[in-house]
C-alpha cells in the first residue's frame, strides 16, 4: 500500500454513491455511516500515501508518483486518464478529506430530521468522489470531467431544498455561472491539446518547457512567440474565475448559500472553490511561461475580487453571506498570490484557509440551527448561550482577520510579502487596504453575532451549544485553525517527517525557506488590529456610529448593499439581451424561416396550380387552339434548330 | 450471422402484417405483439451490437446478400441487391434504434384510439430505419429512407395533437404535412445524387462497397456532394432546413417523437456520412467548411431558440437542432475523432432526446398541458420522473460521465484539430447555452413550490419509468464506459477515405 | 405533268383551312366538317405521293382508301354524340358546352 | 421489306377478342328477358365476367399458343414485345370488365355492346403495340380511340358524359388528322410506311428533306402526344376523365396511354432513332411541360377523377422520359414503370368504383373517414396513392427509380431531376386524399353488402402493386427481354455513319 493506490482515496467515496443511491432507501438512517466510514476511509488512506511519497523524495526532491490507463484509442490520439500526486496534490487531499469527514461528521446532526437526509449523503458521497477525483487527475480531461462533477454537486446541494424558489434559482445561477468560466476553461484545454496532443498534465509542462508552444497560431490570426500559450492560459483561467467566483463571475458564490450550511462549510468555502486556485497552481508552470500578461490578469482580478468582496461585506446582513464574502475575499488573495509567483503562499493560504473558512461556516450553522435566525440585525449576544460557539467562532474571525499567531495570519503574511516583493507598490497598497477592511466587517460580523443583547428575543432564548456530533468537528478545526499556521517553520515541519517547512514542501522551482518578514507583518498586524478597534468603535453596543457613517455616505451604502449593482446588471443583460435575442431568434425562425420561407415556397406551388388550372378553360376551340400551338411550335423550333 | 440483420429489417415488417391481422376487438394483443416484437428487435440488436468483431481496420460484418435485381437493363452484376451488413458506424445506431423502438412501444402502450394501425405504421416506420442504417447498397438504403418517411403523416396526423399558441397555432395535419414533405424534399436532391453518382461510377451496380472503389472526378464530386449534404442534411436538421422538426415534434405523439427525434434524424448525419463522405471524400473536403458553418449556425441557433421557448416540446425540438448541429459539426471535422465524435453524439442524443420525449409525453398525459410556466414545484409530486428529466438535460449539456459529454467532448476536440477553433469554440458555447435553458426549465417547472393546480399529479406509469430507466442506462453506459462504442466507431471511420487522423 | 408541289400545296392549304375551320367554329358540326377537310387534305398527299414517288407499291394508295373510310366510321360516330348532346341540352354550340372545366 | 408470312394463326388472340365482342353483343340482344327455362335470366353483371373470361383467354391463348419472331403480312410483328403488350392489354380489359361489372348493371344501358367495346379497345391496342408499319398503326389507334369515344359518351342521359364524349371525339378526330399529315411528310419524304424502312432511309443522309421530315416528325408527335396525352395536347384528359363512366376513366387511364406508348417507343426505337439528337430535347421538353402542369395542377382538384386525371398527365411527362432517353435500357424502365402506374392506377380506380357504387359520390372530401366505413378500402386505396406518389414497397417506387435512372444514364440528368421534383409535388395532393380519409370523419356508417369480386379484383391489382414494388426482377426480365426486339435496330445510325 503506498502512492500507487492513491486512486483508491476518491473509489471509496464513490463506491459509497453508488452504494446509497441504489440501496440507500434500505438502509437504517439513511446509510449515513456509509458515507462517513467511505470518506474516513479516504482520509487515512491519505497517511500511507503521505508517507510513501516522502519516503521515495530525496531531501526537497521530490519524485511525483503518476499512473494512468488506456481510456480511449485512436489511430494517433490517445486518452489516458490516472492521477498524479505531488505536493500540491497532498496538501488538497489533505484539506479536502479531513473537511469532508468533520463537515460529513457535523451534518449527522445538523441535517437530523431532513426528509431528505439520505439523499443528502448520498450527493455528499458523490462531492467527495468528484473532489478527490479532481485533485488526483493527471490529465486536464480527468481534470475536467471532476471539475464539472463538482460543480454538478455543487448544483444539487444548493439546491437541496429546491421547494423554496429561492434555492432553486441559486442552484441554477450557481451552475450556469460557472458553466460560462467553464467555456473558457474547455477552450483552454483544447488550445493546449491542439499543439501539445495529449492532455497529460506533465506531458504538457515538457512540451512547453521545450518552447513546443512557441509560435504557435490560432486559424490564421498571426499568432507570434508566447502568445498561442498566453492566450490558452488566459482561457484556462476562465474556468478558474468560474469556480473560484473571482470577479466578474463571483455573483453566484453569496446566493449558493442557499444550500445547507454544512455544505457551504465543504463546497462554498473549503474544498469546491479553491478548485480554481488549485487547477492554477497545478498549471503554473505554463503561466509561467506565458507572457507576464497572464499573471497579470491573475493578480489583477484577485486583487478586484478581494477588495469589491470586503467591501461588500461590509453591509451584508445575513451571517452566511458575509462569510461568504470573506471567502470570496480569501480566494482573492490566494490567486493574488498566484499572480505574484508564489505557488507557496496561495497553497498555505489555501490550506489554512479550509479550516477556518470551514470552522467560520459550521459554527455559524450551529448558530442557525440554534435559533433558526441568519441575519445579523436579529441576533446578537449569543456568547452567553453558545460559549463553545462564541469562542470557535472567534478563533475563526481572528484567523481570517489575520491576527498573530493564527494560522490566518501567516498565510496572509506570506501573500503580502510575495506581492511586495513581486508586484509594484500600488498593489501592495490596496492589498493591505483590504486587510483593514477585512478587519473591520468580521469584527462587525462577530460583534452583532454574539456580543451585547439580542435583538430577536425568542431566537435567543432557546439557543444553546450543539451537541457533541456538532461541537467536536467545531473544536478539532478551532484547533487547527489555531496552530495550523506553525507549518510555516521549518522545526514544526521537520517534526511532522517533512523535510522542512511548507515553503520547502510545497513550492514552485525552488524550495523557499521561511522567511519571516518583518515589515509585512508589523503593516498587517497593525491594520488588523486597527480594523479591529475600528469595527469595535462603529459596531458596539447599539452599533450607532456605524448607522450615522452609513447615513453619511448613503450612495456608497447604497452601492455597496446592491453588490455594485453587478447582479442587477447581470440580471438585466439575461432579461433584455439574452432572452429578448432568444425571442427574436425564435420569432426569426417561426415567420422568417419557416412561414415564409417554407410555407411560403409550398404556397407558391399551390398558387401555380391555382393559376395553371385557369388554362383548362373548358371550351373545345381552346382545347384545339393549345394542340395546334404545340404543333406549331415543335415544328418550328425543330427547323430553326436543325437549319 | 447476416441473417440477424435480415431479421431485424424482416421482424418489424412481419410484425406489421400480423398486427394487420390481428382483428381490433382485441387491443391488448395487438400491445402484446407489439412488445414482444420490440422486445426480440432489442436483442437481435443488442446481438449485432456486442457480437460485432474487430478485425481491424474496415470490413463489414454479418454480411447478407439478396439478389434483386441483376444483369438486367442498365444494371450489371449485383445490380440491386438487398445488401446488408454493419460497420463500426451502424452497429451502435442499430443497437439505438432497437433501443429506443423497445422504449417507445412502452411509453405508447396507452394509445387506445386505433392502436393497431398505430403499431402497424411504427413497425413500419422502424423497419424502414434499420434498414437505412444496414443497407450497403445504394439503391436500398434509400429505399428504407423512404419507408422510414411514408407512415409518418398519418402516424402524426391521426395521434398527434394540435397547439394553439396563442399568438398562432400549429395543428397537427400542419405539422405532419409540412414534414413528410420536407422530408420527401430532401430526398428529391439525394435521388439526384444517387442518379448521377451510379451514372459516373458506370459500373452498373448500387452496391456501396464497389461504388466505394471508385475514383470519382473531382469536379464531379464538388458538384455532387451539395446534393447528399443537404438531401439528407434536411433530415439531420440542418439549418436552415430545420422547421419541419420542431413543428413536426410538437405534432407528433411521444412515442413517435421518440424514435423520430431519436433515431430518424439520425438517419440525416448518417446518410451524409455513409453516402456523401464515403463516396465522396473531396467534394466533403471541398464543402466542409460549409458544413461546418451550418452546423455552428444550427448548433447555436437552435440552442438560442430554446433558450425562448415556454412550450416543452419546443423546447426540445430545438435542442435536437441544436444537438444534431454539433453532430454536422463533428462530421464537417473530417478527422477520425471529429467523426466519432458525430457518431457517438448520434447515440448519445438519440437516447437522450428519447428519453426527454417520453418525459414530455408523461408529463403531458396528465397535465394536458406542456406550457413550463404553468407548472411549478412538481418534482414533488413526479420525483422519478424529474430525476429522469435532469439525467437527460445533464447529459444534453454535457455533463462528465453521461453521454452527451463524451460525444461533445469528441467533437469539440475534432473541431480544434481540423483547424475550426471558432466552431470549437462556439460549440463550446452552445452547450454552455444548452446549461441555461435545460437548468431554467427544470428551475421553472420542477423546482420551487408547488403548484396547488398540481395536486393531482402522480408518478409516472410504471412503463415508463422502465423505459427511462432502460434509455438512463445506456446514456451511463456510454456515459462511463464509452470504450466499446469508440471501439466500434473508430475502427472504422479511419477507413473511411478522405478522413483524416 | 403538273408538279407534285402543286398537289402539295392544295394540300396543306386544304389542311389550314380545315385548322382554321376547327379554331373559329363554334359548332359542332361545322368542327367536324373541318375535321374531314382536314383528312381530305392528307388523302391528297398520300395520292400524289404515291403516284409520283413509288408508282409500283400501293401503300400510298390504300392508305388514301383507309383514310375515306376512318373519316366516314367517324362522322358517323361523331355525329351520335353531338346528337345526344342535342338531345339532352339542345345546343350544338361548343362554346356551351363547358361544364367541365379547370 | 421482310418476307411477309401469311400465317393467319398468328392473330388468334385478336380473333378471339373480336369473336367474344360479337358474341357479347348476341347475348345481350338476342338472349330473351324472362331467360330459357332452366337457364333463367341474364344477369347484366355476369355479362361483365363473360367477357373478363374473352380477355383472360386471350392473354393465355396469346401466352402460350402463338409462334414468337416473326410477323403477319409484313403489317404486324409477332414477338416478345407484342406477347408482352397483348398480355398487358388483354388484363387490362380483363380488370376494366371486372370492376365494371356492377356499375354498368345499375347505372348503364346497353352492357352488351360496352364489353364489346372494352374488347375492341383491347384489339386496338394489341394492334398499336404490334404494328410494324404505319397504316395498320393507324387503323390500331383509330379502333382503340373509337371504343373509348363511345363508352366515354356511354351514358345517354348524362351531361357529362356527352361533353366529355363530345370534346374527345372531336379533339381525337382534329388530332388523328393531324397524325395522318405527319404520317404522309414521313411517308413522303422516306417512301415507305415500314417502321424499319423508314427507320434505314433516314440513317442515310437526308439534307434535302429535313423540312419535310420534321414537320412530319412534330405532326406525329403531336398525334400520338394527344393520346398519350402530353401537354399540350392533353385538354382533353381532365374533361374526358371526369365526363366518363367510372370505369371508362380507369379503362382510358390505362389502355389509352399504355397503348399509345406501345406504339410511341415501337415507333420511335424503330423509325425515328437516327435522328434522336434532333428529336429527344424535343421530347424532354414535352416531358417537362407534362409533368409541371400535370402535378402542379392536380393539387388544386376536388373531384376525384379529375385529381386522377392530372396525376396521370403528370406520370406521362415521367413515361416520355424514357423515349427522350431512348435506349434499350430506358425503353424497359419505360414499359416497367407504365405496367407498374396502370396497375396502380387500376387498383386507385377500382377502389373509387366501389365507392361510388355504394355510394355515388366522387369528391375528395367525400371520402371522409373511409378508415372506420371501409378498412380495407382505405388501406387499399392509401397503398395505390402512396405507389402513384413513388413511395417504397409498392410498385412507384421501385419502377420510377428504374426509369428516372436510365433517363439519368442518358445524360438526361437534369430531367431526371425536374421528374423527382414533380414526384415530390405529387405526394402532397395524394396525402390530401390520404389525410381525408383518415383523418375526417364519416357522416354516417356505410352499411352496404361487401363486393367479393371487387374486392377480388382490387385485392391482385393490390398484390400486383406490392409485388412490382417489392421484386420486379421477374417482370423486369421479361420486359427487358421483349424490348429489346424493338431496339434490335438501334445504332443503325452508328453503323451506316461508319
Keep these: 500500500m503506498g502512492a500507487q493506490e492513491a486512486y483508491l482515496i476518491p473509489a471509496l467515496p464513490a463506491a459509497a454513491f453508488v452504494i446509497l443511491l441504489l440501496f440507500g432507501k434500505y438502509l437504517p438512517r439513511g446509510g449515513d455511516f456509509v458515507a462517513i466510514a467511505a470518506i474516513a476511509g479516504s482520509f487515512l488512506l491519505l497517511f500511507p500515501v503521505l508517507v510513501d511519497f516522502l519516503d521515495k523524495a530525496n531531501g526537497t526532491d521530490f519524485v511525483p508518483v503518476e499512473k494512468s490507463w488506456e481510456w480511449v484509442q485512436f489511430d494517433n490520439f490517445e486518452i489516458r486518464l490516472g492521477f498524479f500526486v505531488d505536493q500540491i496534490t497532498i496538501v488538497m487531499l489533505a484539506v479536502v478529506s479531513f473537511v469532508a469527514l468533520l463537515v460529513q461528521v457535523y451534518s449527522v446532526a445538523y441535517m437530523r430530521g431532513d426528509p431528505k437526509y439520505g439523499w443528502y449523503f448520498t450527493c455528499m458521497s458523490l462531492f467527495a468522489a468528484s473532489m478527490l477525483t479532481l485533485v488526483l487527475a493527471d490529465n486536464l480531461l480527468l481534470l475536467y470531467a471532476a471539475w464539472e462533477g463538482v460543480g454538478f454537486c455543487s448544483f444539487l446541494l444548493i439546491g437541496f431544498w429546491w421547494e423554496r424558489r429561492s434555492a432553486a434559482e441559486a442552484a441554477k445561477k450557481a451552475f450556469i455561472t460557472t458553466r460560462i468560466g467553464d467555456v473558457g476553461f474547455l477552450i483552454g484545454i483544447l488550445l493546449l491539446w491542439r499543439e501539445a496532443g495529449t492532455f497529460d498534465i506533465t506531458e504538457i509542462f515538457d512540451f512547453a518547457a521545450r518552447g513546443g508552444f512557441n509560435n504557435a497560431d490560432i486559424g490564421g490570426l498571426g499568432l507570434s512567440g508566447n502568445a498561442y500559450l498566453t492566450i490558452a492560459v488566459l482561457f484556462l483561467f476562465a474556468g478558474a474565475v468560474g469556480k473560484s467566483g473571482q470577479f466578474p463571475l463571483h455573483v453566484w458564490l453569496p446566493d449558493a448559500m442557499e444550500g445547507p450550511t454544512p455544505v457551504s462549510a465543504l463546497i462554498h468555502a473549503a474544498t469546491m472553490v479553491v478548485a480554481g486556485v488549485y487547477m492554477v497552481a497545478r498549471m503554473f508552470p505554463l503561466f509561467v511561461l506565458a507572457d507576464d500578461i497572464a499573471l497579470d490578469v491573475v493578480t489583477a482580478l484577485g486583487l478586484i475580487t478581494v477588495l469589491m468582496s470586503a467591501t461588500m461585506g461590509l453591509v451584508e446582513t445575513d451571517i452566511k453571506r458575509v462569510i461568504a464574502y470573506s471567502t470570496l475575499n480569501s480566494l482573492g488573495l490566494m490567486f493574488v498570490a498566484l499572480g505574484s509567483g508564489s505557488v507557496t503562499a496561495a497553497m498555505l493560504y489555501l490550506l489554512v484557509h479550509g479550516f477556518f473558512k470551514a470552522l467560520l461556516f459550521l459554527a455559524s450553522g450551529s448558530v442557525i440551527h440554534a435559533t433558526e435566525k441568519q441575519d445579523i440585525r436579529e441576533l446578537g449576544g449569543l456568547a452567553a448561550k453558545m460559549p463553545v460557539t462564541a469562542a470557535v467562532f472567534g478563533i475563526g474571525t481572528l484567523a481570517m482577520i489575520g491576527v498573530i499567531p493564527l494560522s490566518g495570519f501567516w498565510a496572509k503574511d506570506e501573500v503580502l510579502h510575495a506581492l511586495d516583493q513581486h508586484r509594484n507598490v500600488v498593489l501592495y497598497i490596496l492589498a493591505l487596504i483590504s486587510v483593514f477592511i477585512t478587519a473591520l466587517y468580521m469584527t462587525r460580523l462577530f460583534i452583532r453575532t454574539f456580543l451585547f443583547e439580542a435583538r430577536d428575543r425568542v431566537g435567543w432564548g432557546h439557543a444553546h451549544d450543539a451537541e457533541s456530533l456538532m461541537t467536536l468537528p467545531l473544536v478539532l478545526l478551532a484547533a487547527l485553525t489555531a496552530v495550523g499556521g506553525l507549518v510555516v517553520f521549518g522545526f514544526v515541519g521537520e517534526a511532522l517527517g517533512f523535510p522542512g517547512g511548507f515553503g520547502e514542501f510545497v513550492f514552485f522551482a525552488e524550495p523557499e525557506k521561511f522567511d519571516f518578514a518583518w515589515g509585512v507583518a508589523i503593516f498587517s498586524t497593525a491594520l488588523a488590529v486597527g480594523g479591529i478597534v475600528a469595527g469595535w468603535y462603529f459596531w458596539s453596543e447599539k452599533a450607532e456610529p456605524a448607522r450615522r457613517a452609513g447615513e453619511a455616505l448613503q450612495p456608497v451604502y447604497e452601492t455597496l448593499y446592491n453588490r455594485y449593482y453587478i447582479d442587477d446588471a447581470y440580471q438585466w443583460v439575461i432579461n433584455r439581451v439574452v432572452l429578448t435575442l432568444g425571442a427574436l431568434v425564435a420569432w426569426f425562425d417561426r415567420n422568417i424561416v419557416n412561414d415564409t420561407a417554407v410555407d411560403g415556397s409550398a404556397g407558391l406551388g399551390l398558387f401555380a396550380g391555382f393559376e395553371l388550372k385557369f388554362l383548362e378553360t373548358g371550351k373545345l376551340p381552346n382545347y384545339a387552339l393549345a394542340i395546334v400551338a404545340g404543333v406549331i411550335g415543335l415544328a418550328v423550333l425543330l427547323l430553326v434548330l436543325r437549319l | ?501 | 405533268m403538273i408538279p407534285i408541289n402543286d398537289f402539295l400545296v392544295l394540300s396543306s392549304i386544304l389542311f389550314s383551312l380545315g385548322i382554321y375551320g376547327v379554331l373559329a367554329r363554334r359548332s359542332a358540326v361545322l368542327i367536324l366538317m373541318s375535321v374531314e377537310l382536314m383528312l381530305q387534305a392528307v388523302s391528297i398527299n398520300f395520292i400524289a405521293f404515291a403516284v409520283y414517288l413509288s408508282p409500283q407499291a400501293f401503300t400510298g394508295l390504300i392508305f388514301a382508301v383507309f383514310v375515306i373510310t376512318i373519316a366516314a366510321a367517324e362522322v358517323g360516330l361523331a355525329l351520335a354524340i353531338i346528337l345526344r348532346l342535342y338531345r339532352n341540352k339542345a345546343t350544338a354550340n361548343v362554346d356551351e358546352a363547358d361544364m367541365m372545366k379547370w | 421489306m421482310p418476307d411477309a408470312n401469311f400465317d393467319w394463326k398468328l392473330l388468334t388472340p385478336e380473333y378471339i377478342l373480336v369473336a367474344w365482342a360479337g358474341l357479347l353483343i348476341m347475348l345481350d340482344l338476342f338472349w330473351p328477358a324472362g331467360g330459357f327455362g332452366r337457364w333463367g335470366r341474364l344477369d347484366k353483371e355476369l355479362l361483365g365476367y363473360i367477357a373478363a373470361a374473352g380477355a383472360l383467354i386471350s392473354v393465355l391463348v396469346s401466352l402460350i399458343w402463338v409462334d414468337n419472331d416473326t410477323n403477319f403480312a409484313g403489317l404486324i410483328d409477332i414477338n416478345d414485345y407484342t406477347t408482352l403488350f397483348r398480355v398487358f392489354f388483354g388484363l387490362i380489359g380483363v380488370f376494366a370488365c371486372l370492376a365494371s361489372a356492377r356499375y354498368v348493371k345499375e347505372r348503364l344501358l346497353h352492357a352488351g355492346e360496352y364489353y364489346a367495346f372494352i374488347l375492341l379497345a383491347v384489339v386496338g391496342a394489341n394492334g398499336m403495340a404490334a404494328a410494324s408499319e404505319l397504316l395498320t398503326a393507324y387503323i390500331s389507334l383509330e379502333l382503340l380511340s373509337f371504343s373509348l369515344y363511345v363508352l366515354t359518351a356511354y351514358a345517354k342521359f348524362d351531361l357529362r358524359s356527352n361533353e366529355g364524349g363530345l370534346k374527345y371525339m372531336l379533339l381525337g378526330a382534329f388530332s388523328s388528322a393531324l397524325l395522318l399529315y405527319g404520317i404522309g411528310m414521313i411517308y413522303g419524304t422516306t417512301g415507305s410506311t415500314h417502321y424499319s424502312e423508314i427507320g434505314k432511309a433516314l440513317s442515310t443522309d437526308t439534307g434535302g428533306i429535313d423540312e419535310a421530315l420534321f414537320l412530319g416528325l412534330a405532326l406525329i408527335m403531336a398525334g400520338l402526344g394527344f393520346k398519350v396525352a402530353a401537354v399540350p395536347f392533353h385538354m382533353w384528359t381532365p374533361d374526358a376523365y371526369e365526363g366518363a363512366p367510372l370505369p371508362v376513366t380507369a379503362l382510358i387511364s390505362a389502355i389509352s396511354k399504355s397503348g399509345g406508348f406501345a406504339l410511341f417507343l415501337k415507333l420511335f426505337a424503330e423509325a425515328f432513332e437516327p435522328k434522336i439528337d434532333d428529336w429527344r430535347y424535343f421530347i424532354a421538353g414535352l416531358s417537362v411541360a407534362t409533368m409541371v402542369l400535370g402535378n402542379l395542377v392536380a393539387i388544386q382538384q376536388s373531384n376525384i377523377k379529375r385529381l386522377l386525371a392530372y396525376s396521370s398527365i403528370g406520370q406521362v411527362g415521367y413515361l416520355l422520359m424514357g423515349i427522350a432517353a431512348l435506349s434499350p435500357e430506358s425503353g424497359s424502365a419505360l414499359v416497367l414503370h407504365m405496367m407498374g402506374y396502370v396497375v396502380t392506377n387500376l387498383a386507385a380506380f377500382v377502389c373509387v368504383i366501389i365507392y361510388y357504387n355504394w355510394t355515388g359520390k366522387e369528391e375528395i372530401k367525400d371520402f371522409a373517414g373511409l378508415r372506420d366505413t371501409a378498412p380495407f378500402l382505405a388501406l387499399s386505396l392509401s397503398i395505390a396513392l402512396f405507389s402513384l406518389a413513388g413511395m417504397p414497397l409498392f410498385a412507384g417506387f421501385a419502377t420510377k427509380f428504374i426509369l428516372f435512372q436510365a433517363a439519368a444514364d442518358q445524360d438526361l440528368l437534369w430531367l431526371a431531376g425536374v421528374a423527382v421534383t414533380m414526384s415530390f409535388v405529387s405526394l402532397y395532393y395524394y396525402l390530401v386524399i390520404i389525410k381525408e380519409m383518415f383523418l375526417g370523419k364519416a357522416e354516417a356508417p356505410l352499411s352496404v353488402r361487401v363486393p367479393w369480386v371487387e374486392y377480388g379484383a382490387l385485392a391482385l391489382l393490390v398484390a400486383g402493386v406490392l409485388f412490382i414494388g417489392l421484386y420486379p426482377a421477374p417482370l423486369l426480365d421479361w420486359v427487358d427481354g421483349s424490348t429489346a426486339d424493338v431496339f434490335a435496330g438501334v445504332g443503325r445510325a452508328a453503323v451506316a455513319g461508319q
Excluded at chain 2, 7 to 32: E, G, H, N
Design chain 2, 1 to 501: 450471422m447476416g441473417g440477424v440483420l435480415f431479421a431485424l429489417v424482416t421482424v418489424p415488417l412481419c410484425t406489421a402484417v400480423l398486427i394487420m391481422l390481428v382483428p381490433s376487438r382485441y387491443p391488448q394483443l395487438v400491445r402484446y405483439v407489439a412488445l414482444v416484437s420490440a422486445g426480440i428487435q432489442f436483442a437481435l440488436s443488442l446481438i449485432v451490437f456486442f457480437a460485432y468483431e474487430f478485425q481491424g481496420g474496415r470490413g463489414l460484418r454479418f454480411g447478407f446478400r439478396l439478389d434483386w435485381l441483376e444483369n438486367v437493363g442498365f444494371l450489371g452484376k449485383n445490380g440491386i441487391s438487398l445488401h446488408l451488413a454493419v460497420d463500426g458506424i451502424a452497429a451502435p445506431l442499430v443497437l439505438l434504434t432497437g433501443l429506443v423502438i423497445f422504449a417507445a412501444v412502452f411509453v405508447s402502450w396507452n394509445i387506445s384510439y386505433r392502436n393497431k394501425d398505430f403499431f402497424v405504421l411504427l413497425f413500419l416506420l422502424v423497419a424502414g430505419v434499420f434498414g437505412v442504417f444496414e443497407s450497403q447498397d445504394l439503391f436500398f438504403l434509400f429505399f428504407w429512407y423512404e419507408v422510414a418517411v411514408l407512415p409518418m403523416y398519418l402516424l402524426i396526423a391521426v395521434w398527434g395533437a394540435s397547439s394553439n399558441f396563442g399568438t398562432f397555432v400549429r395543428t397537427k395535419e400542419y405539422g405532419a404535412m409540412k414534414l413528410v414533405l420536407y422530408l420527401v424534399a430532401g430526398s428529391v436532391l439525394i435521388f439526384i445524387g444517387i442518379f448521377a453518382t451510379f451514372v459516373e461510377a458506370d459500373r452498373g451496380t448500387f452496391d456501396l462497397p464497389v461504388l466505394g472503389q471508385v475514383q470519382y472526378d473531382s469536379g464531379f464530386q464538388k458538384a455532387v456532394f451539395p446534393f447528399y449534404m443537404i438531401g439528407f442534411g434536411v433530415l439531420a436538421g440542418m439549418w436552415p432546413f430545420h422547421t419541419w422538426s420542431p413543428d413536426g415534434h410538437v405534432a407528433a405523439p411521444t412515442g413517435v417523437s421518440m424514435l423520430h427525434a431519436g433515431v430518424l434524424m439520425k438517419l440525416g448525419a448518417f446518410g451524409i456520412l455513409r453516402v456523401g463522405m464515403t463516396l465522396l471524400p473531396e467534394g466533403a473536403e471541398f464543402w466542409a467548411p460549409v458544413l461546418m458553418t451550418l452546423g455552428v449556425i444550427g448548433a447555436l441557433y437552435g440552442a438560442i431558440s430554446a433558450l425562448a421557448q415556454t412550450d416543452l416540446k419546443y423546447m426540445v425540438g430545438y435542442s435536437s437542432v441544436s444537438h444534431m448541429g454539433f453532430v454536422l459539426m463533428g462530421l464537417a471535422t473530417m478527422n477520425d475523432i471529429g467523426v466519432s465524435g458525430a457518431v457517438l453524439q448520434m447515440f448519445a442524443h438519440g437516447a437522450m432526446t428519447a428519453l426527454m420525449f417520453a418525459n414530455v409525453g408523461a408529463l403531458y398525459d396528465q397535465a394536458h398541458t406542456r406550457d413550463m410556466t404553468t407548472f411549478g414545484g412538481i418534482a414533488k409530486k413526479m420525483p422519478r420522473h424529474s430525476a429522469f428529466w435532469a439525467i437527460a438535460g445533464l447529459s444534453s449539456l454535457g455533463l462528465p460521465g453521461l453521454a452527451g459529454f463524451i460525444a461533445e467532448f469528441h467533437i469539440f476536440v475534432g473541431t480544434f484539430r481540423a483547424g475550426y477553433y471558432w466552431a470549437g469554440a462556439a460549440g463550446i458555447l452552445a452547450a454552455a447555452i444548452t446549461a441555461t435553458y435545460i437548468l431554467r426549465m427544470l428551475a421553472r417547472a420542477y423546482f420551487g413550490p408547488l403548484n396547488e393546480k398540481w395536486e393531482s399529479l402522480r408518478e409516472m406509469r410504471l412503463g415508463e419509468q422502465f423505459a427511462g430507466a432502460l434509455l438512463i442506462a445506456f446514456l451511463l453506459f456510454m456515459g462511463l464506459w464509452p470504450t466499446p462504442f469508440i471501439d466500434r466507431i473508430s475502427d472504422t471511420v479511419a477507413n473511411i477515405p478522405g478522413i483524416t487522423s
